[in-house]
């Protein structure tokens, strides 16, 4: 047989403590989730600037290279921002020339491994070869 009265009153107890360890647990989950991603996004936003900051650089050589007179192209280099940026003419036809433009400087490298999340590097090179037509 239940008695009422005590029933009412360990409905009015509160949390028992089992259940406080149980509700910490979940908040601290919950918290070191939040913690991870927003080291997560923190990376992806740092690998982004940087690949803009680069492809911003790249842009640049390029306009430049289309507003020089045709026979006017020659060796160069410039630095733009943390990037420097070199170009090298390397096939002249009659009607097109090929320059090699590589950009070295802060940049994603590739992981090899289980992350798929690139590293963060002081010197990488890529090299993007833009043909220049004959007006």
């Known amino acids: 047989m239940s ?9 009015k107890a509160g949390f028992s403590l089992v259940e406080l360890i ?5 908040l601290a ?12 996004v923190t990376r ?9 900051a680069r492809a911003t650089a790249l842009q ?4 430049r290279l289309r507003a020089t007179p ?12 943390p990037m420097v940026v070199s170009w ?10 090929a320059v090699r433009i590589v950009t070295l400087g802060p940049g994603p490298v590739p992981r090899a491994g289980v992350q798929a999340i690139p ?8 090299t993007v070869i833009y043909r220049v037509l004959r007006p």
């Open 3 to 11: 008695r009422p009265y005590s029933s009412a009153i360990r409905a």
């Open 88 to 97: 090298t003419p390397t096939v002249t036809t009659g009607q097109m020339t």
């Open 44 to 52: 992806q936003l740092t690998l982004a600037e940087v690949t803009t």
């Open 22 to 26: 149980m509700a910490l647990f979940v």
């Open 29 to 40: 989950f919950g918290v070191l989730g939040l913690a991870t991603t927003t080291l997560l």
């Open 60 to 63: 640049s050589v390029m306009e």
């Open 119 to 126: 590293m963060l590097s002081g010197s990488v090179a890529d």
């Open 70 to 81: 045709y026979d006017s192209i020659r060796v160069g280099g410039d630095t733009i921002g």
